[in-house]
């Protein structure tokens, strides 16, 4: 009697088990689909890097805490910033960023994570959120190396 009791809710339950499966995998695999994808288009834009867009991004690499493996936010590519968006890619050149912001979000659980605000000379074109501070204070340092007459306003440091 009692391994009835076993099997009668074994095929009561698999229907739903069955179910929940087969969503998380679609839903892990398509997850997995999407960053593919978008290290796939960071390779691309690695590989067509030059010689000293390559310096920089080697500079980049050195400065960072090497704890998690991701991507990096942006690149330097021929006098243009690339950023790598969840869908997409933004390509903003340096020469008509006129001002960013900076920010820092204190996350009490967690390490802090940096926004940088870009402004043209009227409105705002673009923000990016890094979790690591070399990669925060390397596109500072880089983006006044490249266009010394941008203005940086710190917000809450």
Not at 7 to 35: C, E, Q
Not at 72 to 93: D, R, S
Not at 96 to 104: G, L, S, V
Request: proline residues 4%.
């Amino acid at each position: 009697m009692d391994s009835e009791d076993r099997l009668s809710f074994f095929y009561k339950s698999l229907p739903t088990l069955s179910f929940l499966f087969v969503y998380l995998g679609f839903a892990f695999g398509l997850l997995s689909w999407i960053a593919y994808i978008k290290n796939q288009k960071f390779i691309h834009a690695l590989q067509q890097l030059d010689d000293d867009d390559l310096y920089i991004y080697q500079q980049y690499s050195r400065r960072l805490v090497r704890i998690f493996s991701a991507i990096a936010p942006y690149l330097f590519c021929e006098n243009e910033i690339l950023f790598f968006p969840f869908i997409g890619n933004k390509q903003i050149p340096i020469s008509q960023i006129h001002r960013i912001e900076t920010k820092i979000i204190r996350n009490y659980r967690g390490p802090n994570s940096y926004r940088v605000y870009f402004y043209n000379e009227f409105n705002k074109i673009y923000q990016v959120t890094m979790n690591q501070k070399g990669a925060f204070d390397f596109l500072q340092e880089q983006l006044q190396k490249e266009n010394p007459t941008i203005v940086v306003v710190a917000r809450n440091h």
